[in-house]
Structures are given as structure tokens and as C-alpha cells.
């Protein structure tokens, strides 16, 4: 079983489009956290949030506590967006951290 | 960028040896974690520690130690490596708990 659903899995867009990547997740949380890892692996963290809604820069992400359900969108994507996007929650007891399988993002020039 | 630092970044060794990988910040943050990400799955956490010479399990910490003797190392070892534990490992830090995590490079380790 997964605490944590991200979809889609994979996703390719045309450079320019708007670009909405989804997360779910089975349990309660103190904070939810997007990532990013690029091809040869570097792990980033983008946003963590436990409510509301953040942006930096053409990204922005949201999410929905009641419905346990966040969003990541990139305005105006750019082949240099082209990464995983992990989504991972940490817990409010004890110190653990579920991580989603990622979503695989390319953007075509 | 955090100061996190892995050592060796690449290792291919055999079934029964031991290996030992290196985690090493300059950021005096509190928590220190080990993962492992294969395909397939997630990150999964292995080990942690909240201190110097406090350490947990995590998900997936069988065939695995740990040991933290100063705030700035935590060490991850292989007793006697096998092929499932071919996988590449990240090193994370933290300040607090519930903070964002900040990741090293990673290591790839190849166990034949």
C-alpha cells in the first residue's frame, strides 16, 4: 500500500503549456513537500506546505487538507522544467517522511 | 545549496563484503536520514538520527547500520552487501523534524 499517489506517472508537454502534476495521500500529515530531481539525480526541495497555496517563480502548488490532495502547476513551462517531480509527506508523530514514485516530466522546444 | 557531501559517489563491490557510506554536512542541522531509491518505489528511508549517537530505524533497515559520532558524519553500513542492495542512497538533513529536507548527491552503489 502507498501513503502517497502522484499522477500522472509520465508527462510530456509542448514548451509553453501549463503543466498540473497531482498528489494524494492516505494519511494525516504535518506538511506535504514537492521535489524536484533532475536527470543525473540531484534531489531539490521546491515547496513544503500544510495549507493553502505557494509560488515561486512559474510554479506554484496547492493543496486541499480536508481532501487530502495537493497540486504542482508550472505556468509557461521550459525544457529546462524537464525532471521528476516527487511528492512526500511527513507525518505529525515521530519522524517519518512517505515518499511518492515521482512523476516524470519532459518538455519538448 | 546545503552543505551535504556523499562519499564515494560511485562503488561496485561484491556479495559478502562490507561497505561503508559517508554522509557529511556543514550545516549543523540536528536530523540526519539515509535513503534508498530504487525504481519502482519511492524514496524509502533506512536509517535516521536525531542527535549524536541517536539514531532509529526506518522503513527498510534490515542489513543495515548506522553510527553518528559527531554532528557533522553519519555513516551508513553494509555488513555483508547483497544484490538487493544495489540501489543509489541519498544522505538528507534537516533542522527540525517536520522541516525540509535538504539532499546530498547520492551514492550508487552496485552490489555483484
Not at chain 1, 1 to 23: D, H, M, R
Not at chain 1, 36 to 50: K, T, W
Not at chain 2, 19 to 38: A, G, P, S
Not at chain 2, 42 to 58: F, P, Q, W
Request: with cysteine.
Amino acid at each position: 500500500k502507498n501513503e502517497v499517489e502522484q499522477s500522472p506517472q509520465n508527462l510530456t508537454a509542448q514548451e509553453g503549456e501549463f503543466i498540473t502534476i497531482n498528489c494524494s495521500y492516505s494519511v494525516g500529515i504535518s506538511a506535504l513537500h514537492w521535489l524536484q530531481q533532475h536527470p543525473g539525480g540531484g534531489i531539490v526541495s521546491l515547496f513544503m506546505l500544510s495549507s493553502g497555496k505557494k509560488k515561486h517563480g512559474r510554479l506554484i502548488a496547492t493543496i486541499n487538507i480536508q481532501e487530502k490532495h495537493s497540486s504542482l502547476h508550472i505556468t509557461a513551462s521550459h525544457p529546462r522544467d524537464s525532471a521528476v517531480y516527487i511528492c512526500a509527506v511527513s507525518l505529525p508523530t515521530g519522524n517519518q517522511f512517505y515518499f511518492g514514485t515521482g512523476t516524470s516530466l519532459t518538455v519538448i522546444p | 545549496d546545503a552543505g551535504i557531501t556523499q562519499s564515494p559517489r560511485h562503488k561496485v563491490t561484491e556479495t559478502g563484503t562490507p561497505v561503508t557510506l559517508r554522509c557529511h554536512q556543514t550545516e549543523n542541522h540536528r536530523y540526519m536520514y539515509w535513503y534508498r531509491q530504487d525504481p519502482g518505489h519511492g524514496l524509502r528511508l533506512i536509517h535516521y538520527s536525531y542527535g549524536v549517537k541517536d539514531t532509529d530505524k526506518g522503513e527498510v533497515s534490515d542489513g543495515y547500520s548506522v553510527s553518528r559520532s559527531k554532528t557533522e558524519d553519519f555513516l551508513l553500513t553494509l555488513e555483508s552487501a547483497t544484490s538487493s542492495q544495489t540501489s543509489v542512497y541519498f544522505c538528507a538533513i534537516s533542522e527540525q523534524v517536520t522541516d525540509t529536507q535538504y539532499f546530498g548527491p547520492g551514492t550508487r552503489l552496485t552490489v555483484l
